[in-house]
């Protein structure tokens, strides 16, 4: 093996080193021991895409770890998640967030959400549009909410190589969480990320604005 998970990781970090963003380790189809390579190789944030596979995981690492959900999450499986889940990066409905914030209260805890936004073109990708987000956190019920918190915004770029047409995706997403930090959160210093990049784009991304970045492939390999 001539690069290691901790090789990427430390080289990841280095790339990122004096930028706004911070790496979150996509490790969803990889076993526990890789997960446990990577949080030796300093790795705190941990994505994982299915509820049940990440409520798996969770016990076997150590309890410093943050554990990001970064796919479409239905509502019955949010109660498997409650308990520890540090932040879920695909709130894509009031019903959704209502859900989490049940849940949360439930356990005496605030679980952290971001908007994610539909950027791409293509159809499959899912997300929000901006009125979509708008309507939700002008409702009344959003306002009672007190055990999820909105920490910012999160988006998928549409699978291409052609740089310009994922800067454009980038600057739409940056573009939204400007316009709803500056209307909706003006007081509220906990809205400031902005998940954008996977393992393809992440350079862009950050290049763009982006705070979080999401990349599993550049680290683990290819998933099998
Ligand atoms: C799988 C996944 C990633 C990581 O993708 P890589 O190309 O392996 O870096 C990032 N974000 C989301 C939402 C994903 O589902």
């Not at 998940?195 to 099998?224: C, K, N, P, Q, W």
Request: proline share 3%.
């Amino acid at each position: 093996m001539t690069s290691s998970i901790a090789d990427n990781i430390h080289r990841i970090n280095a790339e990122l080193a004096g930028t706004a963003a911070r790496l979150c380790v996509v490790t969803k189809t990889h076993p526990v021991e890789l997960l446990q390579e990577a949080y030796a190789a300093g790795a705190r944030c941990f994505g994982e895409n299915r509820p049940q596979e990440m409520a798996a995981k969770q016990p076997q690492l150590p309890t410093d770890v943050e554990w990001h959900l970064i796919g479409q999450l239905q509502t019955n499986k949010v109660k498997l998640l409650a308990p520890f889940v540090h932040t879920i990066q695909s709130i894509d409905s009031l019903k959704l967030l209502r859900e989490i914030d049940k849940r949360a209260a439930e356990g005496n805890r605030v679980i952290n959400g971001l908007l994610q936004f539909h950027i791409a073109a293509e159809e499959t990708k899912s997300g929000l549009s901006l009125a979509e987000a708008e309507e939700m956190l002008a409702s009344e019920e959003y306002q009672q909410f007190r055990n999820v918190r909105l920490t910012g915004v999160m988006g998928v770029a549409t699978f291409t190589p052609d740089e310009h047409q994922l800067r454009q995706e980038f600057q739409t997403l940056h573009g939204y969480f400007d316009h709803l930090k500056a209307t909706y959160f003006t007081d509220a210093p906990a809205f400031c990320d902005i998940s954008m990049g996977m393992s393809g784009d992440y350079a862009l991304a950050v290049a763009e604005g982006s705070t979080l970045v999401r990349v599993g492939s550049a680290i683990f390999g290819r998933r099998g």
